[in-house]
């Protein structure tokens, strides 16, 4: 007897399972972004998670597992290895991203929108960087402030004497 896959399960039998995976998995990657209940998008993470690093792969072998996964929709595997895997290549994975927008007016089922993340990875050197500069910046604002008043008193006086010359020299 097959033993059954953990977690919740999306209704019918295991090959209704895999064929309604396979077409969430197909919109996903020909829409970047879909909307569908949290239970299915919860369950599609992995499969589409996978089948994006056998794109980042790019091999004959990984195209020809991905179509077996995603049966005849040779457009999404396209889009997948062409498309997706480039804008990815950096991200070492976390592909999508699962947002929570509350319950379906109909049947009140929570729905979430699953969407592929395709923004650039920035390293995290930068993140230790920022504090180092915050730590010194306090010291240059105690520096600057005694000579800011300082200065500031000088230039009123001499911008007064430059504003009465002019109007001296306008006069004559």
Known sequence: MPKPTKGPRLGGGPAHER???????????????IKTTETKAKRLRPLAERLIT???RGDLHARR?????????????H????????LVADRQGGYTRITKI??????????????LVLEPVTPKKKAAAKPAVKAEAPKAEKVEEA???ETTEAPVEAAEETTEAPAEEKSE
């Not at 064929?19 to 972004?33: I, P, Q, Y």
């Not at 597992?65 to 999404?76: E, F, I």
């Not at 509350?102 to 969407?115: F, H, L, S, T, Y």
Request: net charge positive; glycine share 6%.
């Open 19 to 33: 064929l309604l995976l396979a077409n969430l998995a197909a919109a996903l990657f020909t829409h970047k972004s």
């Open 147 to 149: 000579p800011v008043e």
């Open 79 to 86: 889009v997948l290895f062409n498309e997706i895997a480039p």
């Open 54 to 56: 056998l794109g980042k």
């Open 102 to 115: 509350g319950n379906r007016k109909g049947d009140n089922a929570p729905m979430a929108v699953i969407e």
């Open 65 to 77: 597992r991905a179509l077996t996964v995603l049966r005849t929709n040779k457009d999404a595997a």
